[in-house]
């Protein structure tokens, strides 16, 4: 996948950085993560901590966005300003980008912390960037950490012990997944499972059927959910928005058929 192409989805983002050395690494770094990353990478391939929306080929991309937005501001409460502030926004950028492993495994790997700080040494040396290394090493370990508590042991440590950028970039994750996502029993992950499935079945559907079938199936799927979550309401903004983002493809599908 071409360089460029990577960079079209980061555009918005990347301008955000302001000094030049932080963003071009990195960009050197997005030109060496795994090409399925911007083309075919759910963020989550359970549903239990992502949200619905986020199922999509580009589920992926689209939570690393919202991590982004999320640490722009929080950058403000841990007062990382300047430079500091462009290190937790490209730490955020590559916080997830080996998120399958280094080749696709289909589902997100626990590990995949540790893979993207390893992906960071492996482009700060191959690449001899001008990054300071001071920089180089917090944008490192705010990817290796970024999963706070969760960081799978022997590398865990004490929340108390983050360092402020560290402790941006966690947050920011944390609260990207969290208030996107809903608050259901156990694990969820039944009810996810069968999410995936109604939408993997709307898909086949949008070329045999008439747009008029989206809210019977919505209406009927919207039922299930709710019977299964303590709090039903929690769930209707997301489905209603997956009703509209269905609606658009569909319409969009059809015009495209008639140009």
């Not at 990353?37 to 992502?50: A, E, L, Q």
């Not at 069968?194 to 039922?223: A, C, H, Q, R, W």
């Not at 979550?229 to 058929?257: D, F, G, H, Q, T």
Request: with cysteine; charged share 25%.
């Amino acid at each position: 996948m071409l360089l460029n192409e990577k960079l079209k989805m980061f555009s918005k983002e990347l301008t955000l950085i302001k000094n030049f050395n932080i963003k071009k690494f990195t960009i050197e770094c997005l030109d060496n993560a795994p090409d399925y990353i911007f083309k075919n990478c759910p963020s989550s391939s359970t549903g239990k901590y992502h949200s619905i929306d986020e199922f999509s080929p580009l589920g992926n991309v689209l939570h690393i966005k919202r991590v982004v937005s999320n640490c722009n501001e929080m950058a403000r409460a841990f007062n990382l300003e300047g430079k500091d502030k462009d290190l937790v926004i490209g730490a955020a950028i590559l916080h997830d980008v080996v998120k399958q492993g280094f080749k696709q495994t289909g589902h997100t790997v626990s590990n995949h912390a540790v893979l993207g700080a390893q992906l960071i040494e492996k482009v700060y040396k191959i690449t001899k960037s001008k990054i300071e290394t001071n920089d180089y090493e917090i944008i490192r370990n705010c990817v290796f950490f970024h999963n706070g508590i969760w960081t799978p042991k022997p590398d865990y440590k004490p929340i108390n012990e983050f360092t402020s950028h560290e402790l941006c970039v966690h947050m920011s994750d944390y609260s990207a997944t969290k208030f996107c996502s809903g608050n259901l029993k156990g694990s969820g992950s039944d009810i996810f499972t069968e999410l995936k499935g109604f939408v993997e079945n709307f898909k086949i559907k949008i070329s045999i059927n008439d747009v008029t079938d989206i809210p019977i199936m919505l209406g009927k799927f919207f039922g299930v959910v709710c019977s299964n979550v303590k709090n039903p309401s929690a769930l209707e903004e997301k489905l209603m928005m997956m009703a509209s983002w269905c609606i658009k493809s569909i319409l969009y599908i059809r015009l495209k058929k008639n140009d």
